[in-house]
């Protein structure tokens, strides 16, 4: 049934729980679906001049390179997993990444590390709910 899952991870038990069971969800398929781990960063501010930019640049992407790496390891072995680092708002950057990589099926956690939060849900679950192309599972 789903071919292309697009998992939206930025380490909250939330997304971690989300993460288990969008592997558990992929080994169901036959054949196993494909996982995509997107995190959304915030973008580096470009006036911060050298050679701070840098610095911050180095250290931010290793940062973000051990959330994805996190990610892959709790969707579990025997999978196609790819990862992809999005700048950006994160719902706006979920939603277009899907659609542009069809995904069947987008996995995250009902509310993440924001600082803003909706009353039920996350903002950014919110959002992506409203406006995905194709079904959204919420966890918690």
Request: aromatic share 4%.
């Amino acid at each position: 049934m789903f071919k292309h899952i697009l998992l939206a991870f930025d380490s909250s038990d939330h997304a971690r729980k989300a993460a288990e069971l969008a592997g558990n969800v992929a080994r169901q398929q036959q054949p196993p679906a494909l996982v995509r781990v997107v995190y959304a960063a915030d973008p580096i501010p470009t006036d911060l001049g050298e050679p701070y930019f840098s610095e911050v640049t180095a250290r931010r992407s290793l940062a973000w390179q051990d959330i994805l790496d996190e990610a892959a390891k709790l969707v579990g072995p025997g999978l196609d997993v790819h990862t992809e680092l999005l700048f950006g708002s994160a719902a706006e950057e979920i939603i277009q990444v899907a659609g542009i990589r069809q995904c069947d099926l987008i996995v995250m956690g009902t509310r993440g590390l924001g600082a803003l939060r909706g009353l039920l849900l996350g903002s950014h679950t919110q959002k992506v709910m409203s406006h995905a192309h194709c079904p959204v599972l919420a966890v918690r």
